[in-house]
């Protein structure tokens, strides 16, 4: 099982950008399938993006064309490189990794994305 350390979160106005990294321990991490999922205050985690082993992605419909997900497996990083963000992007953004044809089993513990209009 892989442990991820979530970073690069803060305080942004309209029309900004963070790059948030995902820091994964593990000699297989290349294996893995990350995800990125935030929460808002008073609302359900959602799903963001997601990268396979195979570089493939996903975004949901809400982020598409503003964020883009990449990994670095030499350094065991993932990232969430956030574009023209907006306040409804604000809440903890967590990244979660997945062996093949598993779900979800590894989470970080959050970091905070603030945006202000």
């Known amino acids: 099982q892989v442990q991820l350390v979530e970073s690069g979160g803060g305080l942004v106005q309209a029309g900004g950008s963070l790059r948030l990294s995902c820091a994964a321990s593990?000699?297989?991490?290349?294996?893995?399938?990350i995800g990125w999922f935030r929460q808002a205050p008073g609302k359900e985690r959602e799903f963001v993006a997601t990268?396979?082993?195979?570089?493939?992605?996903g975004y949901a419909t809400s982020v598409k064309g503003r964020f883009t997900v990449s990994r670095d497996n030499a350094k065991n990083t993932v990232y969430l490189q956030m574009n023209s963000l907006k306040p409804e992007d604000t809440g903890v953004y967590y990244c979660?990794?997945?062996?093949?044809?598993?779900?979800?089993?590894?989470w970080g513990q959050g970091t905070q994305v603030t945006v202000s209009s």
């Open positions: 979660a990794a997945a062996r093949p044809g598993s779900s979800y089993e590894s």
């Open positions: 593990g000699r297989t991490f290349s294996t893995y399938k």
């Open positions: 990268i396979t082993w195979s570089d493939s992605t």
